[in-house]
C-alpha cells in the first residue's frame, strides 16, 4: 500500500511489473499491444501494472534548500492533489503527500517530517498562501513573485482603467528588477499620490455601514505591504541563491506531470496516484 508521505529513492533493478508500468505510462502502449509483446492476457498485463509499487523511502539528509508547492489533477470536486517540496540546490524531490486540500497543516507536517529524516533547511521559497509565512517562520522565506503579481492582477484586472491602479501595475511590473528600498519608496509614494482617492467611502443602502469606495486598490496595498518581508529575501540572503519564483516547480515538474495524468485520466484514483509516485522518484533520474 502506497504511503500519503513520500521520499525520493535510489536506483534499483528493474523488475517485470515496473518495466511493464513504464511501457503503459511513459511510452504509451496499449494494453493490447503489450499482451502481444509478452504472449500474455490483458488480464495478465493490467495485473502486472496494478501490482507495481515505486521503491521510496531511501534518502540522503542533508543542508537543502526547499521550494513548496501544491498542485491539483482533474476538477475542483475531485479534491485530488499532491504537494511537493524539491531542493534547488540538487533538484531532488525530495518529499511530498497527496492531499484533497492545500492546508498549512500539510505544509507543517512535510517540514517537521524532512527535519526528522535528518534534513536541514536553509530557507524555504512559496507562494505566499495565507498563513505559509508563520509555518516557515524559523527560515529565511522568499514569496514567489509570479504569485504576487497574480494577486495584483486578480485584484486590479490586467488592463486597469483606474489611475491609481495603472500606477501601482507599473510599480508591480518592476518587482523582480528593483530593490526593496526602491520597491517600499515607490509604492509608499504611489500611496501617498492616491491617499483621497484610496480612502473614500461609501455607504451600503441596506445597511447604512461604510465601506472603501475602491476596496480592492485598498486590498492590493495591504496584501502588498503583508507581504513585503518576503519579497526581497532572495537579495538580502544571496548567498543561498534562492530563485524568486516557484517556476521549476511549477513548470518544471508540475506541468509535465498535469500532461501524464491528463493522457491517463480515465484510470483509477489509486493507480494515478501511484503513478504520481513513480514519476516523482523517476524525476531525479532524468536530472
Not at 30 to 55: A, G, M
Not at 63 to 81: N, Q, S, Y
Not at 213 to 223: E, M, N
Not at 229 to 245: A, G, R
Request: glycine share 4%; with cysteine.
Amino acid at each position: 500500500m502506497i504511503c500519503d508521505v513520500q521520499f525520493s529513492s535510489k536506483r534499483r533493478p528493474k523488475k517485470l511489473e515496473q518495466v511493464i508500468f513504464n511501457k503503459y505510462f511513459y511510452h504509451k502502449q496499449t494494453l493490447r499491444q503489450l499482451s502481444d509483446e509478452y504472449h500474455r492476457s490483458i488480464p495478465w498485463v493490467r495485473k502486472q501494472i496494478f501490482e507495481y509499487e515505486p521503491k521510496l523511502n531511501i534518502y540522503n539528509p542533508r543542508e537543502v534548500l526547499v521550494i513548496a508547492d501544491a498542485t491539483f489533477f482533474g476538477k475542483r470536486k475531485d479534491k485530488f492533489g499532491v504537494l511537493v517540496f524539491k531542493d534547488v540546490w540538487s533538484g531532488d524531490i525530495l518529499i511530498w503527500k497527496h492531499i484533497e486540500s492545500e492546508t498549512i497543516k500539510d505544509y507543517t507536517y512535510l517540514k517537521n517530517e524532512l527535519q526528522s529524516r535528518g534534513f536541514t533547511i536553509k530557507g524555504v521559497v512559496i507562494d505566499g498562501k495565507r498563513g505559509l509565512f508563520k509555518a516557515f517562520d524559523e527560515f529565511p522565506v522568499q514569496m514567489c513573485h509570479f504569485h504576487q503579481k497574480m494577486i495584483v492582477q486578480r485584484y486590479i484586472t490586467r488592463h486597469p482603467k483606474l489611475e491609481a491602479s495603472k500606477d501601482l501595475k507599473k510599480i508591480v511590473s518592476r518587482l523582480t528588477s528593483t530593490t526593496e528600498t526602491r520597491f517600499i519608496n515607490a509604492l509608499d509614494n504611489w500611496y501617498s499620490k492616491h491617499e483621497e482617492f484610496l480612502n473614500e467611502k461609501s455607504i451600503n443602502p441596506t445597511t447604512g455601514k461604510e465601506y472603501f469606495t475602491h476596496r480592492k486598490l485598498v486590498a492590493v496595498d495591504r496584501s502588498l505591504r503583508r507581504n513585503l518581508p518576503y519579497l526581497f529575501t532572495y537579495k538580502n540572503y544571496s548567498e543561498l541563491q534562492m530563485p524568486n519564483t516557484t517556476n521549476s516547480l511549477d513548470g518544471g515538474v508540475f506541468s509535465q506531470l498535469k500532461k501524464l495524468t491528463k493522457i491517463h485520466q480515465g484510470i483509477t484514483k489509486s493507480l494515478k496516484s501511484k503513478l504520481i509516485d513513480d514519476y516523482l522518484v523517476s524525476y531525479n533520474k532524468k536530472l
